[in-house]
């Protein structure tokens, strides 16, 4: 059974940095799309980050530039490294999961919500307030 656990988040000033971590346990198979979603209060919950197995990866518009997404295989760990932080960053943010299939599927079906992600994580909150 797969299970995500985050970590990392809190609150941070504007233009301050967070980086939040997920370590994947359970994870069996080396072909993956996992990243990061995002849910704002009255807001829908969106993609933020994907990153495949292929080596692709996948930003909203909205964080392009200024946050980057990397695994540490060795040690099953996805990092989100979130620089220049603004107001509108603030919500709760889920590490994800799901069996990589191609890129279609991962950074247009996945990413999109198509296709939900099947293993999320509780969340950890990220707020963004002066």
């Known amino acids: 059974q797969v299970q995500l656990e985050e970590s990392g988040g809190g609150s941070v000033q504007p233009g301050g940095s967070l980086n939040v971590s997920c370590v994947l346990s359970?994870?069996?198979?080396?072909?993956?799309?996992a990243g990061w979603f995002r849910q704002a209060p009255g807001n829908e919950r969106e993609a933020v980050a994907l990153?495949?197995?292929?080596?692709?990866?996948k930003f909203a518009d909205s964080v392009k530039g200024r946050f980057t997404i990397s695994i540490e295989k060795s040690e099953n760990t996805l990092h989100l490294q979130m620089n220049s932080l603004k107001p509108e960053d603030t919500a709760m943010y889920y590490c994800?999961?799901?069996?990589?299939?191609?890129?279609?599927?991962?950074?247009?079906?996945?990413?999109?919500?198509?296709?939900?992600?099947?293993?999320w994580g509780q969340g950890t909150q990220v707020t963004v307030s002066s």
């Open positions: 994800v999961s799901e069996f990589y299939i191609n890129a279609v599927q991962c950074f247009v079906q996945v990413f999109s919500l198509v296709t939900p992600p099947s293993n």
């Open positions: 359970g994870y069996e198979y080396s072909k993956y799309c």
């Open positions: 990153i495949g197995s292929d080596g692709g990866k």
